[in-house]
């Protein structure tokens, strides 16, 4: 069963605008983490942000900011004041467990973002 | 701090033939991982080595593919005999370790592997 689902394949969005990437996800652990990775042409995994389950309040980077909803299972990711350097491929992914029992990372199928003049 | 160094970037084989895909992970990284990204799809593990133990095979196809890190640094991955199918980026990461303090993982450019 797909753990991770990315619904839009791809986006285009305005320079300086607000994005919103969708990610839901699918584990009966109580502990697990969420992570949001860039890809650009260049093909290089960049991390981005971090979400753990038990973490309260939604985590922000810069201008990377994981809306985070336990109870629905989702994930997304949404980036600020868009810039064409923002163009690139995103995944999210997910581990499962906790402290040294850390589960394999599994990434959903990807959003290619294209930001516009 | 130099980065997850991959070598080669780019080959191209013929089916049936073997190749081998080398990966230096960040100084100091303990974790060192191996994934498969098809075109159009998220990176998928095929192997996870804690120094120089391997932590997580289940993904890797044992019967054509093989991994070792010797020593605890350097790690090559190796395709003998190459399918069609195999074609792909590969991509090596590396972490300090696999625990929550240490859950983010540094990747390399990837090897863009060409199967005809």
């Known amino acids: 069963a797909q753990k991770i689902t990315q619904t839009q394949p791809g986006m285009f969005v305005q320079e300086k605008e607000a994005v919103t990437l969708d990610c839901t996800y699918d584990?009966?652990?109580?502990?697990?983490?969420l992570f949001w990775y860039k890809q650009p042409s260049s093909g290089e995994m960049i991390f981005l942000i971090y979400?753990?389950?038990?973490?309260?309040q939604n985590a922000t980077e810069g201008r990377y900011s994981l809306n985070f909803q336990k109870a629905r299972k989702s994930a997304n990711l949404v980036i600020s004041a868009s810039q064409l350097g923002d163009s690139a491929m995103y995944f999210c992914?997910?581990?499962?467990?906790?402290?040294?029992?850390?589960?394999?990372?599994?990434f959903g199928a990807g959003t290619q973002v294209v930001v516009t003049p | 701090e130099a980065g997850v160094a991959q070598s080669p970037r780019y080959k191209i084989i013929e089916k049936r033939q073997s190749v081998a895909f080398w990966c230096n992970p960040i100084?100091?990284?303990?974790?060192l991982y191996w994934y498969q990204q098809i075109l159009g799809q998220g990176p998928k593990l095929l192997i996870q080595?804690?120094?120089?133990?391997?932590?997580?095979d289940s993904q890797l196809p044992k019967d054509r593919f093989s991994a070792e890190r010797l020593k605890g640094v350097d790690s090559t991955l190796k395709i003998q005999p190459a399918k069609l199918e195999d074609s792909a980026v590969y991509l090596c990461?590396?972490?300090?370790?696999?625990?929550?303090?240490?859950?983010?993982?540094?990747f390399g450019p990837g090897t863009r592997l060409t199967v005809t």
């Open positions: 979400q753990g389950s038990y973490d309260e």
């Open positions: 990461a590396s972490s300090l370790g696999s625990g929550t303090t240490a859950y983010e993982q540094y």
């Open positions: 992914a997910m581990r499962e467990g906790s402290g040294d029992s850390w589960g394999k990372l599994q």
């Open positions: 100084s100091g990284h303990a974790t």
């Open positions: 080595f804690q120094n120089n133990g391997v932590v997580d």
């Open positions: 584990t009966s652990d109580q502990s697990y983490g």
